[in-house]
């Protein structure tokens, strides 16, 4: 995998912040507000709080992006590989731009992804339930591992990407860039909930995200093409 894959995940995870905020905006705050308030009164304890649900999160990310990448390889070694990476490639970069045009709220049909991952999420939300309220940093971790199968569009359009990784390792590298790019976001919401709630409504934040995202995707189309010439 090539390390500018690396970094267009990481910063789609970035740009994606405006939707990750909407998204789970309401479990950031929920968490934070749920801390005790010692916990709440000194910062740097309630950021390791912060830190722990995220890596938990992401956790899940690069453990998702494992079990697709091995998927992904196991077709293309069922088939003609390149025929088989290519079509991987143009639905990974067909996903980017559905993606896209979702962030930039000119087409909402990725929520019908975010609706397939509802069963599972129903399954799970009692696991979470149980987990709350948190008061230790390791019960903070596991509750991030349950939270990073939250149905999201955004997750499962990068999901898509590392089916088309080509291997386990590299699909988990892959999901874990695209986790650590909305690591920023995500950390200042426990922090600057209404500052990045607004931020997250402007429309040409929106616009401008779902535009580069868009972007991410014609290169994956690109790069499916190109490869065929």
């Not at 939707?19 to 950021?47: E, I, S």
């Not at 999160?57 to 992904?72: C, E, N, P, V």
Request: contains cysteine; charged residues 5%.
């Amino acid at each position: 995998m090539e390390w500018t894959q690396l970094v267009s995940a990481a910063l789609v995870g970035l740009l994606g912040g405006v939707h990750c905020l909407g998204m789970c905006g309401g479990v950031v705050g929920a968490l934070t507000f749920g801390l005790p308030t010692t916990v709440q009164r000194q910062w740097w304890r309630m950021m390791s709080y912060q830190l722990a649900y995220n890596l938990g999160r992401i956790t899940s990310y690069a453990l998702a992006g494992a079990l697709l990448g091995f998927l992904g390889s196991q077709l293309v070694s069922l088939a003609a590989f390149l025929p088989m990476q290519q079509a991987l490639q143009v639905v990974a970069g067909v996903f980017m731009v559905a993606l896209g045009l979702y962030l930039a709220g000119i087409w909402t049909g990725v929520v019908a992804i975010e609706q397939l991952g509802g069963r599972l999420w129903a399954r799970l939300q009692p696991w979470a339930q149980k987990l709350t309220p948190v008061r230790s940093l390791p019960q903070a971790y596991v509750y991030g591992l349950v939270w990073g199968w939250l149905p999201c569009g955004l997750v499962y359009s990068m999901l898509i990407w590392a089916l088309a990784a080509g291997s386990a390792l590299q699909g988990a590298a892959l999901m874990l860039a695209f986790g650590l790019g909305t690591l920023p976001n995500l950390m200042l919401m426990g922090v600057f909930a209404f500052f990045f709630t607004r931020l997250a409504r402007n429309v040409w934040v929106r616009r401008t995200a779902g535009g580069l995202v868009m972007l991410f995707g014609f290169y994956q189309l690109y790069l499916a093409w190109h490869v065929s010439v």
